[in-house]
């Protein structure tokens, strides 16, 4: 039998349904909003470039002891690369290191100012661990092994280069708690709290207050062309991020400035 409908309850609900769809419509919209998507990419393998976006970084021309800042994997991380040498001119093979995820501080000075990092030194990583986790840091790159880089965001409280930044050989950090620490040059220092890390031993800490080493941005040299390029990020999250690729990545080439940050942080 055939349900007769009158015109007004056809209207009525046709009104109905218009209204459960206009306000199912609105929220995944709403969710988005109010839950922003997180964007994760792939890590890139990006060339280490000069400021024009052409000329590749040669890792031979690289000063010794300088800060050169670039970003990667994403355009607002900012790193330090390193290419460290003794005060007297030797370049500082950088061994490759298993890092704790958590540790307490070294509370010494850095390892390398006597021109190497020997196994007694290295160990110091694992006697200061408070956790069962290690990265592997696979050490420097380079004809001499001792051009490294790590993230320039402290695994403190995220304060960013220049706050955090590298100290060379001879130019004395801030005070250190203790003193001796930083006295010497040779490490990475945080302004903001007075963290300290070891440049040739995985970045680890030297002095409080953080407990995290610095995440290592791992580098490839090709040793016929003498170029350089960032492939990938092993270590903590770098601090302030969802993961490391979560946001915008850099291009395929990425522009490296001397003592402060290129105007740009991809090509
Ligand atoms: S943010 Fe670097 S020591 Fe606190």
New binding site residues.
Partial sequence: MAVRVRRRDFLKLLGGVGVVAAVGGMVPPLVRYVVPPVLKGEMPRSQLVWEDCRTPVKASELKPNTNYIFYYPLVDTPNILLKLETPDGRPVRIPEIKVPATMNAALEPPAWLDGSVDQEELKVAERISTSPTFYTYPGGVGKDGNIIAYSAI?Q????PYP??KYYPPGTPTPPTNPPEVGARGGVMH?L????AYDPARGAIVLTP??VKPQPYIKLEWDPATDELYAVDVIGPTILGKVCNTCGKTVGPRIPVAEEREPEKPTC
């Fill in positions: 402290c403190h409280l995220g304060c706050a955090l945080c903001c709290h007075g963290s207050p953080t």
